[in-house]
């Protein structure tokens, strides 16, 4: 346990640095929620005459910003492999589990920094705030793992960057829309409705919704439970097929 511990820190430490230098996509994931909820948000409030869209819309954002950040997790698998980083830490004694949890802790950790900074700003003009925190951090943590995890995934059976990006917009894009990030799922036709219900992300953004201005549209004991069994099967798989791609 101790040495898995310590190869988990290691790729941990590693993620922190890569994520560290990439300081524009940073900034393009803090200003990007932020300049959607004033040029759209508070103006599509406005018209439709509700001064909590913005709220709304943000919550939703968030969740957008942290699920297409956790996605990348996939991408940075790649890049190892291309890099030859994979092939000499290999030789290692190091437990391959690790390598997949420590991708998701250090998401997970950015994620985190990420929602607070954002929030923070759009707090100054909308009601976004810590209406329940401990049910945000618990949708936050959810969602990392099951989407970084589900990057990985992808990425066992792509060798190329193009083609990781191609597929995980084809996969994501549906998810996103069928959420209910940017309008409520009560809106939706009887059929986007029910595929709505069949998408782990609706849960997840449900919940964070909840967390960060009061407002949920299913029973949170579903939102957790849905959340829950999305991250551990994710990351259960990912692991899986992590090890069967090293072995192959």
Same mark, same amino acid.
């Given at each position: 346990? =101790?040495?898995? *511990?310590?190869?988990?820190? @290691?790729? #941990?430490?590693?993620?922190?640095?890569?994520?560290?230098?990439?300081?524009?996509?940073?900034?393009?994931?803090?200003?990007?929620?932020?300049?959607?909820?004033?040029?759209?948000? +508070?103006?599509?409030?406005?018209? $439709?005459?509700?001064?909590?869209?913005? &709220?709304? #819309? $943000?919550?939703?954002?968030?969740?957008? @910003?942290?699920?297409?950040?956790?996605?990348?997790?996939?991408?940075? #698998?790649?890049?190892?492999?291309?890099?030859?980083?994979?092939?000499? %830490?290999?030789v290692a004694?190091? &437990?391959? @589990?690790?390598?997949?949890?420590?991708?998701?802790?250090?998401?997970?950790?950015? &994620?985190?920094?990420?929602?607070?900074?954002?929030?923070? !700003?759009?707090?100054?003009?909308?009601?976004?705030?810590?209406?329940?925190?401990?049910?945000?951090? $618990?949708?936050? !943590?959810? %969602?990392?793992?099951?989407?970084?995890?589900?990057?990985?995934?992808l990425a066992?059976?792509?060798?190329?960057?193009?083609?990781?990006? @191609? !597929?995980?917009?084809?996969?994501?894009?549906? +998810?996103?829309?069928? &959420?209910?990030?940017?309008?409520?799922?009560?809106?939706?036709?009887? *059929? =986007?409705?029910?595929?709505? #219900?069949?998408?782990?992300?609706?849960?997840? !953004?449900?919940?964070?919704?909840?967390?960060?201005?009061?407002?949920?549209e299913l029973?949170?004991?579903?939102?957790?439970?849905?959340?829950?069994?999305?991250? *551990?099967?994710?990351?259960?798989?990912?692991?899986?097929?992590?090890?069967?791609? +090293?072995?192959?």
């Amino acid at each position: 346990m =101790t040495a898995f *511990v310590s190869d988990v820190m @290691t790729i #941990l430490r590693r993620e922190l640095l890569r994520y560290g230098r990439e300081r524009a996509f940073l900034l393009a994931q803090v200003l990007l929620p932020v300049l959607a909820v004033l040029l759209i948000g +508070l103006p599509a409030g406005k018209l $439709g005459q509700d001064p909590h869209y913005a &709220s709304y #819309l $943000g919550a939703g954002l968030l969740m957008l @910003t942290i699920t297409s950040g956790a996605i990348g997790g996939g991408y940075t #698998l790649i890049e190892d492999v291309q890099r030859g980083f994979l092939r000499s %830490i290999l030789v290692a004694p190091i &437990s391959r @589990t690790s390598i997949v949890v420590g991708k998701i802790l250090a998401r997970l950790l950015l &994620s985190l920094l990420l929602v607070i900074t954002v929030g923070t !700003v759009l707090a100054f003009f909308t009601d976004i705030g810590l209406a329940h925190p401990l049910l945000s951090l $618990g949708a936050l !943590v959810a %969602i990392t793992f099951g989407f970084v995890a589900l990057g990985i995934l992808l990425a066992t059976s792509l060798r190329r960057t193009e083609s990781f990006r @191609t !597929v995980a917009v084809f996969v994501t894009l549906p +998810l996103y829309l069928l &959420s209910g990030m940017f309008f409520p799922i009560e809106t939706f036709p009887r *059929v =986007t409705y029910l595929l709505a #219900l069949l998408n782990p992300l609706t849960y997840g !953004v449900d919940l964070f919704r909840y967390g960060t201005i009061g407002v949920h549209e299913l029973p949170l004991v579903a939102d957790g439970l849905v959340l829950l069994a999305f991250a *551990v099967l994710m990351t259960a798989l990912a692991a899986r097929a992590f090890e069967r791609r +090293l072995a192959g």
